[in-house]
């Protein structure tokens, strides 16, 4: 009845713990939420106020289907500026969030029998996308003790001629980890090698610890402007998840390709997200700088309090805001242990494969949340664990 187009596709794991958490709460539970991967913050309050300014200015129109030139014109010189790369606006494409800029530039390189790999454990988006589009997706497994960066004699040995497009995502979710620069410069030689095109979903690029400035991007690496398409927007950093508004850089020719995918689905991104975005980069970025060094706050102490629990061991990552601890001392899977949390001690949180079967052994903790609550939930956990 239906086409089989969309027969792989499922519910993302995080609605489906959101769900029964929330059925607990109604029954009177008292739950600590961390498996939403999204920012506990307002959005600032600059940028809310833009975009307030820009509907009553009457800016809620149809705008150009691959954004505003004003609007491309400054992420073009603010993605070129943090990344040390030269982007023109026309490489630019905005989308109703960043989600798009992973689907129609698959839509637009990916025959049906092309083989796309891509992390897992990884965003269930690139896998649900690869198949949408008749692509063959092979993923590729993360090492933990290499900041869960792609295993690359796996990598190496699954890349060949068949491979069209390679996703990436660094830092990552739901790992943290970032993608070493040699690792980067492994994976660009081979897109080179094979004539594959990279993915590099950098939505977290500024989400980034211990000093470190943006996460380094495989754009920058030579030769790589011609077959990459840095995906990024604004929900993480600018705490902008319900307004829609991400983008795409990529070569100039593919971005028309893009943008007549837009044209034809979603027509364009609202006007005033876009008003309300040109004010979050061009904006002053005070907020950006106080919210990362309070995530940073949070990542210390949940990696400290994860690995005081019997049975669990946990990298401490250097971006996002995710943990993916490791249980397997603890002789449970994944799913038995998040449901075993859930229900016993009220921390909700999701299992390592809900990104992929290779989180086997894993969880993942999204620590958008205030350090009490951290605290409070491995205290919980602790009693558990004994
Ligand atoms: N990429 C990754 C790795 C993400 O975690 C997310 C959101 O969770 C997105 C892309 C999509 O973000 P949005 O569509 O809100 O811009």
Redesign the pocket.
Known sequence: MYADRTNHLKEEGAYAVLAKAQALEASGREIIHFEI??PDFETFSNISLAGMRAIANGRTRYTPPAGTPAFRQAIAMDASARRGIEIAPNQVVVSP???PN?FFPTLALVNPGDEVIYPNPG?P?YEAMIGVAGGVPVPVPLVEENDFSFDLDVFDKLINEKTKLIII?SP??PTGGIIPKADLEHIAAAAKKYDAWVLS?E??ARIVYDGMEDAPSIYALSGMDERTII?D????TYAM?GW???YGIMPKELAERVGLLLTHSVGSTAEFAQYAGLEAITGDQEQVTKVVAEYERRRNVIVDGLNSLNGISCQKPQGAFYVFPNIKATGKTSDEFANWVLEEAGVALLPGTSFGKYGEGYLRLSYANSIENIEKAIEKLRVLLG
């Open positions: 991967g999204q969030g960043g989600k992973i965003f988006t995502n990552s979710n979903d939505i977290y995906m927007g604004f929900s993480k998840t829609r508004l991400g």
